[in-house]
Protein backbone atom coordinates (compact mmCIF):
# COMPACT_ATOMS: atom_id res chain seq x y z
CA UNK A 1 0.00 0.00 0.00
CA UNK A 2 1.39 3.18 -1.23
CA UNK A 3 1.40 5.79 1.89
CA UNK A 4 3.16 8.83 2.60
CA UNK A 5 3.45 10.06 5.99
CA UNK A 6 4.16 13.65 7.27
CA UNK A 7 5.47 14.92 10.75
CA UNK A 8 3.31 16.47 13.10
CA UNK A 9 2.42 19.89 13.77
CA UNK A 10 4.56 22.38 14.88
CA UNK A 11 4.04 26.01 16.07
CA UNK A 12 6.57 28.22 15.71
CA UNK A 13 7.33 31.85 16.31
CA UNK A 14 8.64 34.22 13.43
CA UNK A 15 12.01 34.04 12.45
CA UNK A 16 12.50 30.64 13.48
CA UNK A 17 13.62 27.87 11.48
CA UNK A 18 11.69 24.41 10.26
CA UNK A 19 11.69 21.26 8.39
CA UNK A 20 8.78 19.23 8.14
CA UNK A 21 9.19 15.69 6.68
CA UNK A 22 6.90 12.98 4.12
CA UNK A 23 8.23 9.60 4.70
CA UNK A 24 6.94 7.41 1.51
CA UNK A 25 6.75 3.75 2.03
CA UNK A 26 5.29 0.70 -0.54
CA UNK A 27 6.68 1.81 -3.51
CA UNK A 28 9.85 2.91 -5.42
CA UNK A 29 10.35 6.39 -3.71
CA UNK A 30 13.05 7.30 -6.29
CA UNK A 31 10.73 6.52 -9.13
CA UNK A 32 8.03 8.99 -8.22
CA UNK A 33 8.47 13.08 -7.84
CA UNK A 34 7.40 14.08 -4.96
CA UNK A 35 5.05 17.64 -4.77
CA UNK A 36 4.35 20.52 -1.83
CA UNK A 37 1.38 21.90 -1.43
CA UNK A 38 0.21 25.20 0.81
CA UNK A 39 -3.21 25.40 2.02
CA UNK A 40 -3.74 28.03 3.65
CA UNK A 41 -6.18 28.63 6.27
CA UNK A 42 -9.65 28.72 5.04
CA UNK A 43 -8.43 28.87 1.37
CA UNK A 44 -7.45 27.00 -2.05
CA UNK A 45 -4.80 24.75 -2.87
CA UNK A 46 -0.99 26.57 -4.00
CA UNK A 47 1.31 24.39 -5.70
CA UNK A 48 4.79 25.08 -4.14
CA UNK A 49 7.01 22.88 -6.00
CA UNK A 50 8.64 19.35 -6.72
CA UNK A 51 11.55 17.48 -5.89
CA UNK A 52 13.24 14.27 -7.65
CA UNK A 53 14.22 12.56 -4.93
CA UNK A 54 16.78 9.93 -7.02
CA UNK A 55 18.54 13.08 -7.64
CA UNK A 56 17.35 15.73 -5.29
CA UNK A 57 16.38 17.97 -8.44
CA UNK A 58 13.73 20.58 -7.78
CA UNK A 59 11.57 23.10 -8.96
CA UNK A 60 9.81 25.71 -7.30
CA UNK A 61 7.10 27.27 -8.36
CA UNK A 62 8.18 31.30 -8.70
CA UNK A 63 5.90 32.09 -5.37
CA UNK A 64 7.95 30.28 -2.93
CA UNK A 65 11.44 30.29 -5.09
CA UNK A 66 13.85 31.66 -2.07
CA UNK A 67 11.43 31.11 0.70
CA UNK A 68 11.49 27.56 1.13
CA UNK A 69 13.67 24.48 0.18
CA UNK A 70 13.02 21.27 -0.50
CA UNK A 71 15.17 18.25 0.08
CA UNK A 72 15.27 14.87 -0.18
CA UNK A 73 17.14 11.49 1.37
CA UNK A 74 16.12 8.44 -0.37
CA UNK A 75 18.35 6.39 1.94
CA UNK A 76 15.29 7.03 4.09
CA UNK A 77 12.90 7.35 1.96
CA UNK A 78 11.48 10.76 3.13
CA UNK A 79 11.53 14.22 1.52
CA UNK A 80 11.34 17.39 3.19
CA UNK A 81 10.10 21.14 3.34
CA UNK A 82 12.39 23.45 5.32
CA UNK A 83 12.71 27.35 6.41
CA UNK A 84 15.11 29.38 7.60
CA UNK A 85 13.31 32.19 8.77
CA UNK A 86 9.41 32.01 9.39
CA UNK A 87 6.46 34.61 8.83
CA UNK A 88 3.07 34.70 10.26
CA UNK A 89 2.25 34.53 6.93
CA UNK A 90 3.66 30.44 6.58
CA UNK A 91 0.92 29.67 8.55
CA UNK A 92 -1.05 26.76 6.88
CA UNK A 93 -1.32 23.42 6.11
CA UNK A 94 1.47 21.68 4.12
CA UNK A 95 0.60 18.82 2.50
CA UNK A 96 3.26 16.54 0.46
CA UNK A 97 2.26 14.48 -2.49
CA UNK A 98 3.45 11.50 -5.10
CA UNK A 99 3.52 13.06 -8.63
CA UNK A 100 2.40 10.44 -11.46
CA UNK A 101 3.84 9.87 -14.26
CA UNK A 102 0.76 11.59 -16.01
CA UNK A 103 2.49 14.70 -13.79
CA UNK A 104 -1.06 14.11 -11.84
CA UNK A 105 -1.16 13.49 -8.00
CA UNK A 106 -1.95 10.10 -6.94
CA UNK A 107 -1.20 9.65 -3.20
CA UNK A 108 -1.02 11.97 -0.47
CA UNK A 109 0.18 12.74 2.72
CA UNK A 110 -1.88 13.79 5.91
CA UNK A 111 -0.76 17.03 6.35
CA UNK A 112 1.23 19.03 8.23
CA UNK A 113 -0.37 21.82 10.62
CA UNK A 114 2.62 24.90 10.74
CA UNK A 115 1.68 27.82 13.14
CA UNK A 116 3.50 30.92 13.13
CA UNK A 117 3.00 33.24 16.13
CA UNK A 118 4.75 35.08 18.52
CA UNK B 1 2.22 31.29 -14.74
CA UNK B 2 -1.07 29.68 -16.03
CA UNK B 3 -4.04 30.81 -14.56
CA UNK B 4 -7.11 28.30 -13.97
CA UNK B 5 -10.71 29.63 -13.63
CA UNK B 6 -13.49 27.31 -12.23
CA UNK B 7 -17.10 27.84 -11.96
CA UNK B 8 -18.66 28.04 -10.10
CA UNK B 9 -17.09 28.91 -7.07
CA UNK B 10 -19.81 27.91 -5.40
CA UNK B 11 -23.08 25.21 -6.21
CA UNK B 12 -26.15 24.36 -4.23
CA UNK B 13 -27.45 20.77 -4.92
CA UNK B 14 -29.33 17.80 -3.77
CA UNK B 15 -28.60 13.98 -3.51
CA UNK B 16 -29.60 12.41 -7.07
CA UNK B 17 -28.74 15.75 -9.16
CA UNK B 18 -25.86 16.41 -11.69
CA UNK B 19 -24.09 18.89 -11.88
CA UNK B 20 -20.75 20.57 -13.99
CA UNK B 21 -17.89 22.29 -12.90
CA UNK B 22 -16.12 24.26 -15.42
CA UNK B 23 -12.22 24.73 -15.56
CA UNK B 24 -10.72 27.14 -17.97
CA UNK B 25 -7.15 27.62 -18.47
CA UNK B 26 -5.05 31.41 -19.60
CA UNK B 27 -3.61 29.51 -22.60
CA UNK B 28 -3.93 25.97 -24.26
CA UNK B 29 -3.06 22.32 -22.11
CA UNK B 30 -3.95 19.85 -24.10
CA UNK B 31 -5.50 17.30 -21.57
CA UNK B 32 -3.24 17.78 -18.65
CA UNK B 33 -5.92 18.89 -16.89
CA UNK B 34 -6.26 17.17 -13.41
CA UNK B 35 -9.57 17.12 -11.08
CA UNK B 36 -9.35 16.59 -7.25
CA UNK B 37 -12.16 16.32 -4.07
CA UNK B 38 -11.38 17.80 -0.43
CA UNK B 39 -13.04 17.39 2.75
CA UNK B 40 -13.09 19.35 5.75
CA UNK B 41 -10.00 18.49 7.74
CA UNK B 42 -8.84 15.80 4.71
CA UNK B 43 -6.06 15.91 1.85
CA UNK B 44 -7.12 16.06 -1.35
CA UNK B 45 -8.24 12.84 -3.19
CA UNK B 46 -7.37 12.32 -7.05
CA UNK B 47 -10.53 11.96 -9.10
CA UNK B 48 -9.89 12.55 -12.60
CA UNK B 49 -6.13 12.89 -14.33
CA UNK B 50 -5.30 14.18 -17.93
CA UNK B 51 -8.82 15.15 -18.39
CA UNK B 52 -11.09 12.33 -18.42
CA UNK B 53 -9.59 9.49 -17.03
CA UNK B 54 -11.04 7.75 -14.30
CA UNK B 55 -8.47 7.33 -10.91
CA UNK B 56 -8.83 3.64 -9.68
CA UNK B 57 -11.12 3.43 -7.02
CA UNK B 58 -12.81 6.54 -7.98
CA UNK B 59 -16.95 5.70 -8.52
CA UNK B 60 -18.08 6.27 -12.17
CA UNK B 61 -20.71 8.77 -11.67
CA UNK B 62 -17.61 11.01 -11.63
CA UNK B 63 -16.74 12.12 -15.14
CA UNK B 64 -14.39 14.58 -16.88
CA UNK B 65 -14.13 16.19 -20.45
CA UNK B 66 -12.11 18.39 -22.26
CA UNK B 67 -9.17 19.70 -23.64
CA UNK B 68 -7.08 22.98 -24.99
CA UNK B 69 -8.30 25.54 -22.84
CA UNK B 70 -12.26 24.19 -21.50
CA UNK B 71 -13.02 21.37 -18.91
CA UNK B 72 -15.55 19.89 -17.56
CA UNK B 73 -16.33 17.55 -14.18
CA UNK B 74 -19.58 16.12 -14.04
CA UNK B 75 -21.04 14.30 -11.23
CA UNK B 76 -24.13 12.21 -12.06
CA UNK B 77 -26.60 11.19 -9.25
CA UNK B 78 -25.07 13.42 -6.30
CA UNK B 79 -24.28 10.93 -3.49
CA UNK B 80 -24.12 12.31 0.37
CA UNK B 81 -20.40 12.25 0.52
CA UNK B 82 -19.81 14.20 -2.48
CA UNK B 83 -20.46 17.20 -0.90
CA UNK B 84 -17.10 18.73 -0.89
CA UNK B 85 -14.54 21.22 -2.66
CA UNK B 86 -13.17 20.69 -5.79
CA UNK B 87 -10.00 21.63 -7.56
CA UNK B 88 -8.92 21.40 -11.00
CA UNK B 89 -5.33 21.62 -11.70
CA UNK B 90 -2.99 21.85 -14.95
CA UNK B 91 0.10 20.02 -15.38
CA UNK B 92 1.30 20.69 -18.71
CA UNK B 93 3.85 22.97 -17.57
CA UNK B 94 5.14 24.59 -13.75
CA UNK B 95 4.30 25.52 -11.69
CA UNK B 96 1.11 22.86 -11.97
CA UNK B 97 -1.75 25.54 -10.84
CA UNK B 98 -4.47 25.37 -9.07
CA UNK B 99 -8.14 26.58 -9.48
CA UNK B 100 -9.60 28.27 -7.05
CA UNK B 101 -12.36 25.27 -5.96
CA UNK B 102 -15.89 24.85 -6.16
CA UNK B 103 -17.82 24.13 -3.34
CA UNK B 104 -20.44 21.75 -3.73
CA UNK B 105 -22.89 22.56 -0.71
CA UNK B 106 -26.30 20.94 0.04
Known amino acids: EVQLVQSGAEVKQPGESLRISCKGSGYSFTSYWITWVRQMPGKGLEYMGKIDPSDSYTSYSPSFQGHVTFSADKSIRTAYLQWSSLKASDTAMYYCARQASGYDNDYWGQGTLVTVSS | DIQMTQSPSSLSASVGDRVTITCRASQTISKYLNWYQQKPGKAPKLLIY???NLQSGVPSRFSGSGSGTEFTLTISGLQPEDFATYYCQQSYTTPYTFGRGTKLEI
Open chain 2, 50 to 52: AAS
